[in-house]
């Protein structure tokens, strides 16, 4: 959780909305029901401009405001690669999980470490279970991709353009600048796919290489005493991790920008021949 926020917190609705708060203002308005009497407003309005003027700005209570929403925000991660890792064909749940049985393993076998050497551990426990969630938006990713490549026909794609442009010279002035766009718009696809294609081998080749370091990791906790041996691997591992998931917002990017990537589809390809993020 971090220390201090970016911004976008709003103390002041916080400390409005917290619950304890809620229940101080719901008193007060049942005394004022039950004694018939104004007096409990006013002195619970009187409380509650106190209490929004100091609680806001208390730097513990601005603590506790950010761990609700590091909480929150760790529920819907939680969430969303849930619905990746369901989203994922049998094989891909069983990849991910020999790679989970690989962490697990190097957890165990790190427990052994003495007390002094525990504030390592933690830091590789948060790497492990970070890199295990950038493996599971991978292979989402590579999912998609092979779906995408999968649905479409490159060959159709090239023989379109070629085929309009072999008419082109032919055709009246406002057929041709029609067709010169279409021909634009097939080129773009063309070029997407190819990336698209070269992407999913990029992510590939890097899940690989985190089930690769992983193992050799566990392989070294067997008889490894000093987890700062491990702490190149784990890093350069992430940093790796985190160029390739970056490449993979770019291309997905490509489509959401895109509006037109699928005109000049196959007829037959189901509807849905795009990567969603």
């Keep these: ?14 400390a409005f909305h917290w619950q304890y708060n809620k229940i101080m203002l719901a008193g007060a308005l049942a005394f004022a029901g039950v004694s018939l009497s ?24 601005q603590r506790l405001v950010r761990s609700w929403r590091y909480e929150d925000e760790k529920r819907q991660r939680e969430r969303s690669l849930s619905v990746m890792f369901y989203e994922l064909p049998p094989e891909m749940r069983a990849r991910f999980a020999g790679l ?3 962490c697990r393993a190097i957890r165990e076998n790190y427990k052994r470490l003495t007390s002094t050497s525990q504030m390592f551990v ?8 970070g890199l295990s969630q950038s493996y599971v938006r991978l292979l989402n990713a590579a999912f998609h991709h092979r779906e995408y490549l999968r649905n479409i026909n ?4 090239n023989k379109e353009s070629t085929q309009l442009q072999k008419d082109l010279e032919h055709e009246p002035p406002k057929v041709q600048e029609i067709n010169r766009k279409r021909i634009e718009i097939l080129a773009k696809r063309l070029d997407k796919y190819d990336k698209i294609k070269e992407n999913c081998q990029v992510i590939d080749a890097q899940c690989a290489a985190v089930e690769d370091v992983l193992n050799l990791i566990r392989d070294q906790s067997v008889t490894m005493h000093d987890p700062e041996q491990i702490a190149a691997h784990l890093d350069g591992l992430v940093k790796d991790v985190e160029q390739t998931e970056e490449t993979v917002r770019e291309v997905e ?17 189901p509807s849905r021949n795009r990567i969603s993020n």
């Design 38 to 61: 104004a007096l409990p407003l006013l002195l619970g309005a009187g409380i509650e401009l106190i209490y929004l003027a100091t609680v806001p700005n208390n730097s513990r209570f």
């Design 253 to 269: 990017s490509i489509f959401e920008l895109s509006p037109l990537a699928d005109v000049g589809a196959d007829p037959a390809a």
């Design 1 to 14: 959780m971090p220390d201090r926020d970016d911004g976008q917190i709003d103390y002041l609705k916080a």
């Design 154 to 157: 490159r060959d159709n794609i």
């Design 100 to 102: 989970d049985n690989t």
């Design 122 to 129: 933690d830091q590789m426990e948060s790497k492990l279970e």
